[in-house]
């Protein structure tokens, strides 16, 4: 089976701030930029071209003395809007890593500014960084990814991780790609709704039917959520039958679980039920074309998340498409969480589907309390 190489995010990466501009009104912060996320800062703190610790929103961070300020905030780092400028995670001077490593310089490597050497290696026996833009520093910083408290129902009990016969369902944000943007600008777009749910993965594998969580493998029981509505909608039989069909020896198909109790349900469903947004062979270990999952969710008569534009150009600028990102939901009245960039034809891709997401800064700065 051909396995193709799938990155954990970074939640803490070594980066270099690229502008900095003043907020008006404000006399003790500044607005930096960092790859494509905008970041307020303490004013004077950092100069255009300096290196920095940037980490992500929803990044958690150890309780240690360096971030006890953001205690009140429970260490996670939220988008937030200061001053009327919105701020979408911390950009930490390098004194940050004085508590898990000393630096030392090195000679004959004028990329690196240097080395951080680790207090304690890292997982994979690494006892040295270098600090150079876009290094991963997530581990050495004990960052990890918050997640949202689920109910009982909702969390079930556990037969394993994550299959690695199929991959998990996390688009990467287009602030973190716009090194690549132009590029993307190329292709034509299938563009539809984000919605705010819980990411529910369907399989059949050596011919057994699973369901798992985002991150769990689930044991069938009575009350676990996921499982109540794989059976309440026969999705074993709908995948069996159109496996069947097109002579498929396994799939994977993947959503988001909506309904009462996930997320606040935002879209006031009575019971759950899941919207599906893409399918997974997990033999050719490639995904289906977004244009083939909408035909197969209605010969399995099963929903799909709304599709929004077809054939979408993106527009010059990134910034341009964050605010058309802004806008209201077509499942209830009420503002979107954001969009889902599929490309049509992908002209490169080793997973044999190209996409991102934007999340709607309106709906985070309303829902993300």
Not at 158 to 179: M, V, Y
Not at 283 to 295: A, L, N
Not at 329 to 347: H, Q
Request: hydrophobic share 35%.
């Amino acid at each position: 089976m051909k396995k193709i190489k799938i990155m954990e995010r970074k939640l803490a990466t070594i980066e270099r701030i690229s502008e900095i501009h003043p907020i008006e009104g404000a006399d003790a912060i500044e607005l930096a930029v960092i790859r494509g996320w905008n970041i307020v800062i303490k004013k004077g703190e950092f100069k255009p071209g300096d290196l920095c610790v940037y980490c992500e929103i929803d990044s958690l961070l150890p309780e240690r003395e360096e971030f006890e300020f953001l205690r009140p905030r429970g260490f996670r780092i939220k988008t937030i809007k200061l001053r009327g400028q919105i701020s979408q995670g911390i950009a930490f001077p390098l004194e940050i890593f004085e508590s898990v490593g000393q630096f030392q310089s090195v000679a004959g490597y004028p990329e690196y500014e240097c080395l951080l050497l680790l207090n304690t290696p890292l997982e994979d026996g690494n006892d040295a960084i270098p600090i150079v833009p876009g290094e991963d520093v997530t581990e050495a910083l004990g960052v990890t990814k918050w997640e949202p408290q689920l109910p009982a129902e909702l969390r079930g009990t556990a037969k394993g991780g994550f299959p690695s016969h199929s991959i998990k369902t996390d688009e990467e944000r287009i602030q973190n790609l716009i090194d690549k943007y132009e590029d993307f600008r190329k292709e034509k777009w299938i563009v539809t709704e984000k919605v705010d749910g819980s990411s529910m993965t369907c399989y059949i594998y050596e011919n057994e039917f699973g369901v798992t969580s985002r991150n769990l493998n689930l044991k069938e029981n009575d009350t676990n959520t996921f499982w109540k509505v794989a059976r309440e909608l026969d999705i074993e039989g709908k995948m069996r039958r159109y496996m069947k069909d097109y002579g498929l020896e396994a799939l994977t198909i993947q959503g988001e679980l909506l309904g009462e109790g996930i997320q606040k349900n935002k879209y006031r469903i009575k019971g759950h039920t899941v919207r599906f947004f893409r399918m997974f062979d997990p033999i050719k270990y490639q995904f289906f074309p977004f244009v083939t999952v909408i035909d197969a969710m209605k010969e399995m008569d099963l929903e799909i998340v709304p599709v929004i534009d077809m054939c979408f150009k993106l527009p010059k600028n990134y910034e341009d498409l964050i605010k058309f990102t802004d806008g209201r939901s077509i499942i209830v009245d009420g503002p979107r969480e954001g969009l889902v960039f599929v490309a049509k034809n992908p002209s490169y891709s080793d997973s044999g589907r190209l996409s991102f997401k934007v999340i709607s800064n309106k709906f985070i700065l309303k829902h993300d309390a």
